[in-house]
């Protein structure tokens, strides 16, 4: 059964302090990593999609990196906006469901000004 | 661009009651529909997933049901709640051979 957990659960940051947030997963043969951003009482938000180790993908203050076991979501300077629940879900290539997405649960980050 | 809706936002209904939201994608043409549930401290669960209109997969047994009868709605029906079915239900599309799925704002729904 494909697995996403994500660590930590929360993370609270002071505006600037950079750091990461981590994804790992078991699954039966990656078909994408994808990385979403959830505000309260609202639909995911997309933010990336990550294919095969060692690659990586940018978006403002975001950058996220993927090898054969994880994938992290770097935040550099970050600024109270970026506050938000940060999901990871993985897609297997294998099998008959090849739509599904598997979630984790999130990281809740809280950024401080 | 590709717009998705649902309603209604919010919904508090009795156990035991019949349950109807509906999901309409706009900008697209033949896109595979999903439906998730979001419990408090758990992940996103896939609940239904189409490809087509009339063709649905269910991934998780229980007492919802989804159809498709147009080809850019999806709805998601219960004959009776139960206070379980409580979340916040999301609908979500994607192309086929793009593997992005796209989600809209979310109903939450309360089952007393």
């Known amino acids: 059964e494909d697995q996403v957990t994500q660590s930590p659960e929360a993370l609270r940051l002071q505006e600037g302090e950079s750091s990461s947030l981590n994804c790992s997963y078991t699954v039966s043969g990656l078909r994408g990593l994808f990385w979403y951003r959830q505000d309260p009482g609202k639909g995911p938000e997309f933010l990336f999609t990550?294919?095969?180790a060692g690659e990586e993908k940018e978006k403002e203050r975001l950058k996220a990196t993927l090898t054969k076991k994880e994938s992290f979501l770097h935040i550099t300077a970050p600024k109270p906006e970026d506050s938000a629940t940060y999901l990871c879900?993985?897609?297997?290539?294998?099998?008959?469901?090849?739509?599904?997405?598997?979630f984790g649960k999130g990281t809740l980050l809280t950024v401080n000004p | 661009s590709q717009t998705i809706h649902q309603w209604p936002a919010t919904l508090v209904q009795p156990v035991g009651s019949p349950l109807s939201l509906e999901c309409t994608v706009e900008g697209t043409s033949n896109p595979n529909l999903y439906w998730y549930r979001q419990a408090a401290g758990r992940g996103l669960q896939l609940l239904f997933y189409?490809?087509?209109?009339?063709?649905i997969s269910s991934e998780v047994p229980q007492n919802l049901s989804a159809s498709r009868p147009q080809d850019r709605q999806f709805i998601l029906s219960s004959k009776k709640l139960l206070l379980s079915d409580s979340g916040f239900y999301l609908c979500a599309w994607g192309t086929s051979g793009v593997d992005t799925q796209y989600f809209g704002p979310g109903t939450r729904l309360t089952v007393l």
């Open positions: 879900a993985v897609q297997a290539s294998s099998g008959g469901s090849n739509y599904k997405l598997t």
């Open positions: 990550l294919y095969s």
């Open positions: 189409s490809v087509g209109i009339g063709q």
